[in-house]
């Protein structure tokens, strides 16, 4: 399977925490890009982090990559209830040339 | 107001029976994709269409068709030889096939009785 790995699966915080989710892949890649899902919607695309960066910010949230690992994060910093939704990472292989899904973290932010 | 939009939001079918996913966009991308989503896990890749009018397998098709005739447009089919049709279908669209963000649809739920 291409798929890679999210960790957690599931992740239960207090508002004002920060929440942190991981994500492992496989192979070579152009590009990793992290998705929000409310339950029962469509993906929201929230960041896309190029495989010569290291590090990117879009408001409260921090993606960072490493290469070398084969892994990324994602930090939403200073969380609310209207957070909680499923993260899912996706990345571009350089050869494959289409989006490869996470596994997901569910992200529970309670009030 | 541009988008992606998905019809029906649910659907309900007969096992033996062919069912057919709209999906539409307005947002002039020319790659469209669907996936389909089981609890607990990722995005699967079912069909792909870089241009109108052509379409790649992903990597479940076996039991799906589509068709691309109009660049707003990319139906998806699921037939009969489905074996589990049961789950979650997403529809996104993006500039550059591959290499751009993704833009989804609502989705539709398909369950089979």
């Known amino acids: 399977s291409q798929q890679g790995e999210e960790d957690p699966q599931a992740l239960s915080i207090q508002e004002g925490e920060n929440a942190t989710m991981n994500c492992s892949y496989k192979?070579?890649?152009?590009?990793l890009q992290w998705y929000r899902q409310n339950s029962g919607r469509g993906l929201v695309h929230l960041i896309l982090i190029r495989s010569n960066e290291r590090e990117k910010h879009s408001g409260r949230l921090r993606v960072t990559l490493d290469t070398s690992k084969k892994s990324s994060s994602l930090l939403i910093t200073a969380s609310r209830a209207a957070d909680t939704a499923s993260y899912f990472c996706?990345?571009?292989?350089?050869?494959?040339?289409?989006?490869?899904f996470g596994t997901g973290t569910r992200l529970l932010v309670s009030p | 107001d541009g988008g992606i939009t998905q019809s029906p939001k649910y659907l309900f079918r007969k096992e033996g029976q062919n069912v057919t996913l709209s999906c539409e966009q307005n947002?002039?991308?020319?790659?469209m994709y669907w996936y389909r989503q089981d609890p607990g896990q990722g995005l699967r890749l079912i069909y792909y269409s870089q241009i109108v009018n052509d379409f790649q397998k992903g990597d479940i098709a076996e039991g799906y068709s589509v068709s691309r005739e109009k660049k707003e447009s990319f139906p998806l089919t699921v037939t009969s030889a489905q074996k589990n049709p049961t789950a979650f279908y997403l529809c996104a669209s993006s500039i550059l096939e591959g290499t751009d963000t993704q833009y989804f649809g609502p989705g539709t739920r398909l369950t089979v009785l």
């Open positions: 996706a990345w571009l292989n350089t050869g494959f040339q289409k989006l490869v």
């Open positions: 947002l002039n991308h020319d790659a």
């Open positions: 192979t070579s890649i152009n590009n």
